[in-house]
């Protein structure tokens, strides 16, 4: 039996990628400040200033694509786990998983317009347009009716002429070709794709060892601040630094409790499949009910962590959470072990990460804190609650799938403002007036709308044609 698809996870994955487009593509300086990262908006003047903390719905985009790839872990990894196949071989596609990523990152950030030209210019936004092109052969998932062969010389014919492409553009400046110059979000999804499959794997089927992996990786990154000690010889050894850093270990902080949540998931989209036709379900009041307790959680850290109304934030907190338990704790259908899971869970991550704020002076995305990792993973917890209930109890099938479809699909709509949307409005003659919208907070941002509105279309667009990219 073919169990049922984790719309939920799909949602969350669009999501994050969505609001990571609209949040670069937003006009800068004329929105308010909570509309861009804590640490780069208007009140430090447009430019990076760690000092400033709390966070804002921009620094929760990363950690949900991150929890989200977590909860990914157990469908196509365990899926494979369960069929028998060897572990060793999970762990040597994680690599090259790993590797395709990295090699992604590369590319795009060497084929974006403005590393091929400054100012931007004709010759270099249709070099993008080549630059997306040539990513379709390399990631597209090909017919599985295709010969193996057939697959392979398609993908290397295009990682050969990608890699003809990056030697002998002609780049802005004196910037030449350089495997340092990438994309970081792309390589720390590298990273996590390999040493988070890779603590998965050693660890299916027994969370409680994965979780305690965790105190190490905390252990190194708290003693690598004593100078001398092998602690900080760690951190910086790397035989590769353009494709590894310890410091990218961080973020499974997110990553592998968000592997027990997608466990969870996964054992509760089987249970609803084998549930009999009439058998119980959650009223429709009490689910609502649930989706806008989560979200209310998500909105009151959102507001309390960055006004710094912080024993506010945390009264109200403890409120919220004491009024979903009494509402889950009504749920009869087959989701009330598992919204009850995620409660305790992201509970128990949210008010540990609300503990630690003080911690490393305050909760920020940028240098990461202890506090930032919890935080956002008890969100991200909360944010699969709500969505289960719209995405996958009550499917709301028309804007969800807003969400859903570039979730499965989520590099295409990472790409393609860069590398597909700005570069057509250009060569259309339209980039002097979408460049002129930055006058007001609204035209700023309908400036981001209009963009990701087109990347989300190309990439739901793509799903609807199942050219996925395999990533």
Request: charged share 10%.
């Given at each position: 039996?073919?169990?049922?698809?984790?719309?939920?996870?799909?949602?969350?994955?669009?999501?994050?990628?969505?609001?990571?487009?609209?949040?670069?593509?937003?006009?800068?300086?004329?929105?308010p400040?909570?509309?861009?990262?804590?640490?780069?908006?208007?009140?430090?003047?447009?430019?990076?200033?760690?000092?400033?903390?709390?966070?804002?719905?921009?620094?929760?985009?990363?950690?949900?694509?991150?929890?989200?790839?977590?909860?990914?872990?157990?469908?196509?990894?365990?899926?494979?786990?369960?069929?028998?196949?060897?572990?060793?071989?999970?762990?040597w596609?994680?690599?090259?998983?790993?590797?395709?990523?990295?090699f992604?990152?590369?590319?795009?950030?060497?084929?974006?317009?403005?590393?091929?030209?400054?100012?931007?210019?004709?010759?270099?936004?249709?070099?993008?347009?080549?630059?997306?092109?040539?990513?379709?052969?390399?990631?597209?998932?090909?017919k599985?009716?295709?010969?193996?062969?057939?697959?392979?010389?398609?993908?290397?014919?295009?990682?050969?002429?990608?890699?003809?492409?990056?030697?002998?553009?002609?780049?802005?400046?004196?910037?030449?070709?350089?495997?340092?110059?990438?994309?970081?979000?792309?390589?720390?999804?590298?990273?996590?794709?390999?040493?988070?499959?890779?603590?998965?794997?050693?660890?299916?089927?027994r969370?409680?060892?994965?979780?305690?992996?965790?105190?190490?990786?905390?252990?190194?990154?708290?003693?690598?601040?004593?100078?001398?000690?092998?602690?900080?010889?760690?951190?910086?050894?790397?035989?590769?630094?353009?494709?590894?850093?310890?410091?990218?270990?961080k973020?499974?902080?997110?990553?592998?409790?968000?592997?027990?949540?997608?466990?969870?998931?996964?054992?509760?989209?089987?249970?609803?499949?084998?549930?009999?036709?009439?058998?119980?379900?959650?009223?429709?009041?009490?689910a609502?009910?649930?989706?806008?307790?989560?979200?209310?959680?998500?909105?009151?850290n959102?507001?309390?962590?960055?006004?710094?109304?912080?024993a506010?934030?945390?009264?109200?907190?403890?409120?919220?959470?004491?009024?979903?338990?009494?509402?889950?704790?009504?749920?009869?259908?087959?989701?009330?072990?598992?919204?009850?899971?995620?409660?305790?869970?992201?509970a128990?991550?949210?008010?540990?990460?609300?503990?630690?704020?003080?911690?490393?002076?305050?909760?920020?995305?940028?240098?990461?804190?202890?506090?930032?990792?919890?935080?956002?993973?008890?969100?991200?917890?909360?944010?699969?609650?709500?969505?289960?209930?719209?995405?996958?109890?009550?499917?709301?099938?028309?804007?969800?799938r807003?969400?859903e479809?570039?979730?499965?699909?989520?590099m295409?709509?990472?790409?393609?403002?860069?590398?597909?949307?700005?570069?057509?409005?250009?060569?259309?003659?339209?980039?002097?007036?979408?460049?002129?919208?930055?006058?007001?907070?609204?035209?700023?941002?309908?400036?981001?709308?209009?963009?990701?509105?087109?990347?989300?279309?190309?990439?739901s667009?793509?799903?609807?044609?199942?050219?996925?990219?395999?990533?």
């Amino acid at each position: 039996m073919k169990p049922l698809r984790a719309f939920s996870l799909d949602a969350l994955r669009g999501y994050a990628i969505l609001t990571m487009v609209l949040s670069g593509q937003i006009a800068s300086g004329v929105l308010p400040a909570w509309m861009y990262h804590a640490q780069v908006g208007p009140r430090s003047g447009g430019a990076f200033d760690p000092s400033w903390v709390g966070i804002t719905w921009v620094d929760l985009v990363f950690p949900f694509f991150l929890f989200a790839m977590g909860a990914a872990f157990p469908f196509s990894l365990g899926g494979k786990l369960e069929r028998g196949v060897s572990k060793w071989r999970l762990v040597w596609q994680s690599l090259m998983r790993c590797l395709r990523l990295a090699f992604f990152a590369i590319f795009i950030q060497h084929a974006y317009p403005h590393s091929l030209s400054q100012p931007q210019d004709v010759r270099s936004w249709c070099l993008a347009l080549v630059g997306f092109a040539l990513l379709l052969p390399m990631f597209t998932r090909i017919k599985a009716a295709w010969p193996q062969w057939v697959k392979w010389a398609i993908e290397l014919g295009g990682y050969a002429a990608a890699l003809a492409f990056l030697l002998t553009a002609d780049y802005a400046g004196d910037r030449t070709f350089g495997l340092g110059y990438s994309n970081i979000i792309i390589l720390v999804l590298a990273n996590m794709a390999f040493f988070g499959s890779v603590a998965y794997i050693a660890t299916w089927r027994r969370p409680l060892a994965r979780l305690a992996l965790l105190p190490f990786v905390m252990a190194i990154l708290l003693g690598s601040s004593t100078e001398g000690s092998w602690q900080a010889w760690l951190m910086q050894a790397s035989p590769a630094p353009w494709l590894y850093r310890f410091l990218f270990l961080k973020y499974l902080f997110i990553v592998l409790p968000g592997t027990i949540a997608g466990e969870w998931m996964k054992k509760w989209l089987l249970e609803r499949q084998q549930l009999t036709p009439g058998a119980a379900a959650t009223p429709a009041g009490i689910a609502a009910a649930t989706a806008l307790l989560s979200l209310a959680l998500i909105v009151c850290n959102l507001y309390g962590l960055y006004t710094r109304e912080l024993a506010l934030n945390l009264a109200l907190t403890a409120a919220l959470l004491a009024a979903l338990w009494v509402v889950v704790r009504r749920v009869s259908g087959s989701e009330h072990t598992y919204w009850l899971r995620l409660l305790k869970a992201g509970a128990y991550l949210l008010m540990l990460g609300l503990f630690f704020e003080a911690f490393e002076g305050g909760i920020r995305k940028d240098p990461s804190t202890f506090s930032y990792y919890f935080v956002t993973s008890g969100l991200a917890c909360f944010a699969l609650i709500a969505l289960s209930v719209v995405c996958d109890i009550y499917r709301t099938c028309g804007w969800t799938r807003v969400l859903e479809m570039p979730g499965q699909n989520p590099m295409v709509a990472y790409v393609a403002p860069q590398l597909l949307v700005l570069p057509l409005i250009n060569l259309a003659g339209l980039g002097p007036w979408l460049n002129s919208l930055c006058d007001t907070p609204f035209e700023g941002l309908m400036r981001g709308v209009i963009v990701t509105a087109l990347a989300m279309a190309v990439a739901s667009l793509f799903t609807a044609r199942r050219w996925m990219w395999r990533t």
